[in-house]
């Protein structure tokens, strides 16, 4: 069955708002990447406003929010940011908004620490090793050699991060303008991703978990050789299965949408496919690298590739916790991927 999700609004464009629900605004960023835009929000609460999550660190982007805010809310004041996961698009402004507005970040423990390994390039984002990793895979020069320009092209994506946080956590029920929202948290696109659902208003502040077009990126990290990020977003689906059927999804990427269900359901199926892939391609010891075109059919460029190549591992891992597959560096030091004795 073809998933047909119900998109209630129509398109805006980047900078426009629109109020979704009583006292909860849409407004549709830019980014500057091929995925061009990001889905932010804008709730009233109480004698203020509270910002769910805060876009890209670029003057445009910073210049939006300012129109938004005199427009919308009339200058303010920001009680508070809540970010569901450390990514900069998400993150990337959250200093800005705690330097200017004196708005407080709230967020989960995982990710905030992660916002900060990431900003001191150690452990997980020392790119030396991601380099390593990828050649340990089976990655080209050519795709290697490009890696820190790529970079280069994208620093400082933080406006600064916070130095404090507002923990927040699975479970918790969050008061936003009289009325609770309850945190789930779920695994796979990052560590501890949080989404927001208020029962009462029937909405679901999905962030990157689910979103109603394209499918998160699901990546393992050079720092988790056993990792098993496909095992984890999955898990994270049961939190969401008990959810109306009919609730409003408001996603980070595309648009607001009805049909959660179909398409939890969708998203499944759509890894399946590659899960089966994978397994039918590695009936020889393959790469990582030589599987990725059997899985995305689009072209791969040197911004793509640590993506790409982080799924596809992914993908692998899966089949290797399941006990299909093994995974084995051969004398050449590579690593490769065979069927399992
Ligand atoms: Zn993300």
Known sequence: MQYAPDYPFKKLDFGETLEVAPGIHWVRMPLPFALNHINLWLLEDNAGWTVIDTGYNVK????????????IAAGGPINRTIVTHFHPDHLGLAGWFEEKRMAPLW????????????VSETLTHDFDRWIEFYRDNGAPEKMTAGFKEVREAFKDPWYRLPETVKRIQDGEKIEINGRMWNVITGGGHSHEHASLWCPDMNILIAGDQILPRISSNISLWYTEPDG???RHYFNSFEKFRHLPDDVLVLPSHDYPFRGLHGRLDDLRAHHQIRLDAALDFCSEPQTATDLIPSLFSRDIGVF???????????HLNYLVTDGYLERRRDDDRIIRYRPAV
Do not use: N, S
């Open 228 to 230: 098993d990020p496909l």
């Open 304 to 314: 793509e590739f640590g993506f790409a190549l982080g799924e596809t591992l992914a």
């Open 60 to 71: 445009k982007i910073r210049d939006i929010w300012d129109d938004a805010i005199d427009r």
């Open 107 to 118: 967020m989960t423990y995982a990710e905030w620490l992660q916002a900060h390994v990431a």
